[in-house]
C-alpha cells in the first residue's frame, strides 16, 4: 500500500494521544490537592481503520474520475471548435467561391452592357452626324438667302441715308444761320443788359461809397465824443478811489463796468488782476461808490451802446492822488 494510506490513522492517534494526555495532566501536576473521583461518562466509538482508508480511496478514485470526465470534456470541446472551424473555413471558402462566381458573371453582364451601350452610342452618334449634315445645309442655304437680303437692305439703306444726309445737311445749314441770326440778335441784348446792369452798378457803388462814407463820419464822430467822456468817467471814479498801501508803480487793474441807458453803474468786476487783491477791491469800490454818470445821457443811445454800456478801464496807482 502507498504511503498515503497510513497517514490518516496516524494522525488520528495523534490526536487521541493528546487528548488523554490533557486529561492527565491536571492530576499530575497538582499532587497536593486533594482528589475528588468523579464518576465520568465516556462516550466509546469504535473507528473502523479499513473503513477509513477505503474513503480516502474512493475519494481519490473520485478525483482521478472527475479529471478524466474534464479531460474528456476539453477533449471534446476541443475537437468541436475544430470542427467548428473547419465548418467555418469550409463556408468560407464556399463564400469566396460564390462571390468569385458572382463578379465573374457582374463582370459578363457589364461587358454586354458595356458592348450595348457602346453600340447604341455609335447608333446616336451616326444619327447625330446625319442630323447636324442636315443642319448644316439647311443652315448653309438659309445663311446664303439671309446674305443676299441683307446686300439688298444694305443697297437701299444706303440710298436712303444718302437722302438723309443731304436732307439733314441742309437742314443743317438752314438751322446754322439760324441760330448766327439769334447770337448776333443775343449778344446785342446781352450788351444793351451788360451797360444797363454797369450803370447801375455804378450807380449803387456811389451811393454804398457816400453811404459808407457818412456811416465813416458818423463813427468817428460818435468815437470821438465817446472819448471826449472818458475823462469825465474816470475824473468822477477818482473821487472814489483811494491808493491802498499795499499799492505799487507797475500794477495794473482792468475792470470791466456795465452801465445803464441811464447812466447807472449796472456791474463792476476785475477781468485782469493786478495781482493785488485790495488794490483790486479798492478800484472796484471805487465804481460802485460813484454809482452813475449823468453826463453820458448826453451822447447817442447807439454811441452809448456802443462804447459804454460795456465796456473796460484800465488803473494804475501813479493815476490816483495820495
Not at 137 to 146: C, G, H, S, V
Not at 300 to 305: A, L, Q, S, T
Amino acid at each position: 500500500m502507498k504511503l498515503n494510506s497510513y497517514l490518516f490513522p496516524a494522525l488520528l492517534a495523534l490526536l487521541l494521544h493528546g487528548v488523554v494526555f490533557f486529561i492527565l495532566a491536571d492530576v499530575w501536576f497538582e499532587p497536593d490537592k486533594e482528589i475528588q473521583r468523579v464518576p465520568r461518562h465516556v462516550n466509546a466509538q469504535i473507528v473502523d481503520l479499513k473503513s477509513i482508508t477505503t474513503n480516502a480511496d474512493r475519494k481519490r478514485e473520485a478525483s482521478a474520475a472527475k479529471k478524466r470526465a474534464d479531460d474528456q470534456a476539453k477533449r471534446k470541446a476541443q475537437a468541436e471548435q475544430k470542427r467548428k472551424k473547419a465548418a467555418a473555413e469550409k463556408k468560407r471558402q464556399q463564400e469566396i467561391s460564390r462571390k468569385k462566381a458572382a463578379e465573374k458573371k457582374r463582370k459578363q453582364e457589364v461587358a454586354k452592357k458595356a458592348a450595348a451601350e457602346k453600340k447604341r452610342k455609335q447608333e446616336v452618334a451616326r444619327k447625330k452626324a446625319a442630323d447636324e449634315k442636315r443642319k448644316a445645309d439647311a443652315k448653309r442655304k438659309k445663311e446664303l438667302a439671309a446674305k443676299k437680303a441683307a446686300e439688298k437692305k444694305l443697297t437701299e439703306k444706303k440710298a436712303a441715308e444718302e437722302k438723309a444726309r443731304q436732307k439733314a445737311e441742309a437742314e443743317r445749314k438752314r438751322k446754322a444761320q439760324e441760330k448766327l441770326a439769334a447770337e448776333k440778335r443775343k449778344k446785342a441784348e446781352a450788351e444793351e443788359r451788360r451797360r444797363a446792369v454797369a450803370e447801375k452798378a455804378r450807380q449803387s457803388a456811389l451811393a454804398s461809397a457816400l453811404e459808407e462814407e457818412e456811416a465813416e463820419l458818423a463813427a468817428e464822430e460818435g468815437r470821438q465824443a465817446a472819448i471826449s467822456y472818458e475823462a469825465y468817467v474816470r475824473e468822477q471814479i477818482s473821487r472814489y478811489w483811494r491808493r491802498s498801501p499795499s499799492a505799487r508803480n507797475g500794477m495794473v487793474v482792468e475792470l470791466s463796468i456795465h452801465l445803464l441807458p441811464s447812466g447807472e453803474v449796472d456791474d463792476a468786476y476785475v477781468s485782469k488782476s493786478s495781482g493785488d487783491d485790495r488794490f483790486d477791491r479798492d478800484a472796484v469800490r471805487a465804481v460802485v461808490k460813484a454809482s452813475s454818470f449823468p453826463e453820458l445821457q448826453k451822447l447817442d443811445p447807439v454811441v452809448f451802446d456802443r462804447y459804454y454800456r460795456k465796456f473796460t478801464m484800465v488803473f494804475r496807482p501813479e493815476d490816483l492822488r495820495r
